[in-house]
């Protein structure tokens, strides 16, 4: 089972730029997008119903703003938008789909801001998805939390850590809540296949030739749950797919016996 996670910063933007012949190319069994940018409104029938997908949509209430959707092959056996937290499902940042091997968590987590200004409802929205994620744990869920996280976890998850300490996506509280986060037991399984290697980032500003000169942050994850580690065949990430500042990432999962 193939699994793409990727900010497209625009799903109207994306569809412009070769996003529909990368599909067809690539075929994941679940596609994770964020930042879609999309409201309830926009939704026609082109993107209800694509190519062979069933997809889901959890749209902000403020247009051109945040949400995420969820491409899947699979009939899912349940859908849930958001957490049940209306500060936070206002903004479309979470979408739950349930299948019989794991449950699937796309989430967009907030940027804390170029001034800082929302810090702290980032890491309240952290707090929220962890307690949310133990609580399905708690009821025998196996869990795959995939997304953008905006946050690189340490220094070797971004080019220039010096001089980005105090910037958003490495502040010292939001790594915190990231360590955290792992801490309980979820994988950062990027990671874990990959210890110890520089230079894989999934996000470049557009500014200074960042991209073509890989001056990146790894801020887009996909994390498991212990009990689904057995079943990964392979993580990528796939750096050659333009189209946005980002670029998605890829799991692989075996539950053949």
């Known amino acids: 089972m193939k699994l793409v996670s990727w900010n497209v910063n625009g799903i109207r ?4 730029k ?25 939704i026609t029938e082109e993107f209800k119903k694509v190519d062979g997908y069933s997809t889901y949509w959890h749209c902000g ?39 019989p091997q794991f449950t699937l968590l796309n989430i967009y987590f907030p940027n804390s801001g ?13 707090d929220q998805v962890l307690a949310y994620c133990e609580q399905l744990r708690k009821q025998g ?3 795959v939390v995939c997304g953008d996280y905006n946050i690189a976890h340490e220094a070797i998850d971004l080019k220039n850590a010096k001089q980005n300490q105090d910037n958003a996506g490495f502040l010292p509280e939001e790594r915190a809540w990231m360590t955290r986060f ?6 950062d399984i990027f990671r874990k296949q990959h210890p110890g290697e520089e230079s894989h980032y999934t996000w470049w500003s557009y500014m200074f030739q960042a991209r073509k000169r890989n001056i990146g942050w790894r801020v887009d994850y996909f994390c498991i749950t212990p009990d689904l580690e057995k079943h990964v065949k392979r993580t990528k990430i796939l750096q050659e797919v333009m189209g946005s500042d980002h670029c998605p990432v890829l799991l692989e999962l075996d539950f053949n016996p």
């Open 13 to 16: 933007s994306v569809m412009k």
């Open 182 to 187: 792992l801490s309980k037991g979820y994988l």
């Open 141 to 143: 869920k196996k869990l």
């Open 114 to 126: 170029r001034g800082h200004d929302r810090v702290q409802y980032k890491l309240q929205f952290c």
């Open 61 to 99: 209430v403020k247009k051109g703003y945040a949400g995420v959707a969820t491409f899947s092959k699979e009939q899912p056996k349940h859908v849930q938008c958001g957490m049940d937290l209306k500060g936070f499902d206002d903004e479309g940042r979470v979408l739950i789909t349930e299948y």
């Open 18 to 42: 070769g996003f529909m012949d990368w599909l067809k190319k690539e075929k994941p069994d679940i596609l994770c997008l964020q930042e879609t940018k999309y409201h309830t409104d926009h």
